[in-house]
């Protein structure tokens, strides 16, 4: 079966510079989130689309903004990078009220 | 606003029988699920209760009362594998019901 599929597995920035990173729901799953996880923490809620409009906004910094694709992907822009966004970023989908389904993550290292 | 408390770390040994305590109190409530997570990788789902009760699945148990904001995590068995990060998450009654994650706790098998 299809699972949720993120893009890079790894990334290596340095400060200030860009980054992006992309996630590929599972077909016809209607909503997709993003979490952000740093070494030793839970994770953390960043963002969700739900059918390809922003439905919710948690602790995302200014300098992040995402969206959603008429293809259902989705991607997080990441600028002006510190050293403190150096964590696992993951994406999850879901059908209505099932169960989530993460995406092996994006692990983000700063320098 | 949102807490979910579970144990920071357990030590069992191998073979044996856990429990895993995790506790709530949220703004709305819409299911809540178990987690296994190994280090830098994607969490697993394992269980999800949303009505009161039992709900056992293999070597996996998972109970949740709701009047008490309260639900458990039974391992049996246990298997050196099961050490891991076993995180508890309430999904929410926002338009998109994002999960909010507990600390997690760190389990140990030991033989």
């Known amino acids: 079966a299809a699972g949720v599929i993120q893009s890079p597995r790894h990334l290596i920035k340095e400060k200030r510079e860009t980054a992006t990173l992309k996630c590929y729901p599972i077909?016809?799953?209607?909503?997709v989130y993003w979490y952000q996880q740093g070494p030793g923490q839970d994770p953390q809620f960043l963002i969700s689309f739900y059918e390809k409009m922003q439905s919710d906004k948690g602790s995302i910094p200014d300098r992040f903004s995402a969206q959603q694709f008429s293809d259902y992907h989705s991607e997080l822009n990441m600028s002006s990078l510190e050293l403190g966004d150096s964590a696992l970023y993951f994406c999850?989908?879901?059908?209505?009220?099932?169960?989530?389904?993460f995406g092996n993550g994006t692990r983000l290292t700063v320098t | 606003g949102q807490n979910i408390d579970q144990p920071t770390e357990m030590t069992a040994t191998e073979g044996a029988i856990v429990q895993i305590n995790c506790t709530y109190q949220?703004?709305?409530?819409?299911?809540l699920f178990w987690y296994q997570q190994h280090a830098g990788e994607a969490p697993t789902f394992l269980s999800y209760?949303?009505?009161?009760g039992l709900e056992e699945k293999g070597r996996f148990s998972s109970f949740l009362s709701r009047s008490k904001g309260y639900s458990y995590l039974l391992l049996k068995e246990l298997q050196m594998k099961d050490s891991a990060s076993y995180l508890c998450?309430?999904?929410?009654?926002?338009?998109?019901?994002?999960?909010?994650f507990g600390q997690g706790t760190t389990l140990q098998v030991k033989p």
């Open positions: 999850a989908s879901s059908l209505g009220p099932g169960r989530f389904h």
């Open positions: 998450a309430v999904r929410d009654r926002s338009n998109t019901g994002k999960l909010i």
């Open positions: 209760n949303v009505l009161d």
């Open positions: 949220t703004s709305g409530f819409n299911g």
């Open positions: 077909p016809r799953h209607d909503t």
